[in-house]
């Protein structure tokens, strides 16, 4: 009883209730990706996350620990997010391998959830990326009239297409109506085109507090201000403002690998500057990058920065509230 | 006023106590009241062993102030007690009689500054906030007179309760509302502010008809967040002094009585139903326990669910400073999990500190860089514990940080010494 300290009565919520919202909110996108392209991609996603857990297992075994700490389900998400970046016609391997790496490499040497340093799935969808980027970046147009096949690679038959992200970047003239972009109805990852679905996500878990609106709102509002500033070659400029965020990854960045509570700032200011250098260095990187995915490549250089940006952040604020108070009251007693 | 209103929304959990009526318990058992710290110190007293006194009765003057049985009685002779909050106590002991003696002052017919303080210092009224006795707030806190300050300060009577489980002071809100409101306003005269008000948080029936009662500038409603910080909307300098102080300075005043009981709500899952009880001080905890029923099993907290101290014996004397004790059943304590980062204790800290960089400096003995995290503005109101979604003692581990800033290598012993 003497251990008994203050407060004597908590919250429910736990750090599990947290990864639980998370996974809540993909089954939305796999269903709907299920209705575009069959079966696949929710295998895709299903391995991924096994391939995660089991990683996990390894690394508690490894570091003699107990296998209960799978059931935070952080490893779960971590396989969720990089099945949901793949596209629907990758072969069922390439995902599984991410998990492991973002798990085995990422995440368990620095201590396991809660400790690393780096967005583990971040770090996965990146190592792919440069790895096997012609099987990451080649999508299936998307219909439901013809799902692909569950077999472990898609033949030749699958007609294939640029994503929007790729067309933008090569100044080409893409043919997907506003309504097809808002509706999700173009060529893509998993859980990324399905533009109406990921927004729903965002509001849900802002309103469940699982994510912060002082980092989604500003990175979001930052993405949206690059893309109007400098607007994509051949597109009007309103168009190439919806086209850039929803091309696929920036808006699955914003309201997934970004807030990541382990790897990103927690200070409110710190958060809204971290939203803002990510929106700047994500529109970068997607226009620049040698691959089409270079948000992911910016989180996770902002990620080293993060504790930094959390800690300097908040001395500015407090020594300009105290300077603001001293003022005032100098002002009180005048 | 900060710029963000922080803070984190309780779940309440008052039950039927703030409407039912008082429960007065008298005692059966000894009463302890408290004379000085160690037996050295002993005052010299002003009665003798085994003698009959009436509630009231002077026993001694400890600093010119008097100390007096609460109850009426017979005087044994000094006992030392073990008070888990104040450590050891050299007590006067007074079996209780069947005698209803009552001992009181004159009461005061126009009162001012000096005469409001006197009565408050004669009658020994103690602030329930604190513990320190009302006089010695009123003469810190005194403004000369055209001192401009006391234009820009207001006197605050706190009665918000905003604990789970405390409803003392809206019990004297429901009963001694004008009484309390009165000591308020001779409070207010003895500072020599003009402006003073009762804040509090009572649900809203309640609060109009507070309002129709005492008027509505004098009422003055504070948002649902733990710990309450704004008492007024104004930017003034608010002081706070609590309301059972207010209403006990109004009975000096206007009786003559002397501050001898207090309203203590005894709640919790140990008890069949929380109620507020009036009980003289220094009454054994044990004996108001079970007069309310609780369990004896259960673990008692001495103090609110947010800040209150568990304690494995409970006879010891009540004394001021305390309104609230919680009798909890155990319940498992869930294991510690790594800081996630979610960031919730930074949200909801009303002082704007970082309590997860705190802890995590405290972790990894970075001492030297606590006291950049200015953690001497913690007082400990256990909101980022209650939030901490991984089940970390974050308030704990942020008062031990403060404690052991920067000192940490002189207390490795030795060094101080050299």
Known sequence: MNNITAPHIRTEAASRHLTRDVLLTTLPLCIFSAVTYGVRPVLIVLFSILSAIVSECVCCLFRRQSMQVIRDGSAAVTGALIGLVMSPMVDYWVPMLGAAFAIIVVKAPFGGYGRNVFNPAAAGIAVLSYCFPQRMFTYPIASSMNPLPTGMSVGDEVVTSLSLAAQLRADATPSITRMQLILGDFAGPIGATATLLLVACAVYLICRGTISCWTVVPYF?????????????????????????????????????????????????????????????????????????????AILLLNSIAPIMDRWSWYVWRYVTRFLRIRQEVKAHE | MPLFLRGVALPFNKGQAPDADVLAVSATGPVYIPLAKEEADAPTLCVEENSTVAAGQVLCH?????????????????????????????????????????????????????????????????????????????????????????????????????????????????????????????????????????????????????????????????????????????????????????????????????????????????????????????????????????????????????????????????????????????????????????????????????????????????????????????????????????????????????????????????????
């Open chain 1, 221 to 297: 509002a930052t993405c949206a201000l690059v893309a109007w500033l400098f607007p994509a070659a051949g597109v009007s400029r309103m168009y190439g403002v919806l086209a850039q965020v929803c091309a696929g990854y920036v808006l699955f960045t914003g309201v997934f690998l970004i807030n990541d509570t382990v790897t990103t700032p927690r200070f409110w200011f710190a958060r809204l500057l971290y939203g803002v250098s990510a929106g700047v260095l994500v529109m970068l990187l997607q226009r620049i990058g040698r691959v089409e995915c270079g948000c992911c490549f």
């Open chain 2, 62 to 418: 400890v600093d010119r102030l008097p100390v007096f049985s609460t109850i009426a009685g017979k005087f044994i002779g000094t006992t030392m007690v073990n008070h888990p909050l104040y450590g050891s106590l050299l007590c006067a002991v007074i079996k209780p009689t069947r005698s209803k003696r009552v001992e009181t002052l004159p009461p005061v017919e126009e009162p001012d500054t000096d005469t409001i303080i006197e009565a408050a210092a004669q009658a020994c009224i103690y602030d329930e906030l604190d513990g320190i006795p009302l006089a010695d707030k009123l003469r810190l806190w005194r403004m000369a007179e055209n001192d401009q300050a006391a234009l820009r300060s207001i006197l605050v009577a706190d009665a918000t309760e905003n604990d789970i489980y405390g409803s003392s002071a809206w019990c004297i809100l429901k009963e001694q509302a004008q009484e309390a409101l009165y000591g308020l306003q001779m409070a207010a005269r003895a500072l020599r502010f003009s402006r003073y008000h009762i804040t509090t948080m009572l649900p809203r029936n309640r609060r109009r008809a507070l309002k129709r009662l005492i008027g509505r500038e004098n009422v003055f409603t504070t948002g649902d967040e733990y710990p309450v910080t704004v008492y007024d909307d104004s930017r003034d300098d608010v002081f706070c002094i609590g309301i059972q102080a207010c209403a006990a300075l109004s009975a000096a005043l206007q009786q003559g009585q002397k501050h001898t009981h207090t309203i203590l709500t005894v709640a919790g899952d140990g008890v069949p139903a929380s109620r507020n009880v009036r009980v003289p001080f220094g009454m054994d905890l044990e004996e108001v326990l079970q007069a309310c029923g609780a369990d004896p099993e259960a673990t008692v907290i001495l103090g609110d669910a947010m800040t209150g101290v568990p304690c494995q014996n409970t006879h010891f004397p009540l004394l001021p400073g305390i309104t609230t004790v919680l009798v909890m059943q155990s319940h498992a304590v869930r294991t510690p999990q790594p800081c996630i980062g979610c960031g919730r204790c930074a949200t909801v800290c009303h002082a704007g500190l970082l309590p997860y960089e705190i802890v995590r400096r405290l972790e990894n003995m970075h001492y030297e860089r606590l006291r950049y995290l200015s953690t001497t503005s913690c007082d400990g109101c256990g909101a980022c514990s209650y939030v901490c979604p991984a089940g970390r003692d974050v308030a704990t581990q942020v008062l031990n940080a403060n404690e052991t800033r920067g000192t940490i290598f002189l207390n490795w012993g030795g060094v101080e010494n050299e």
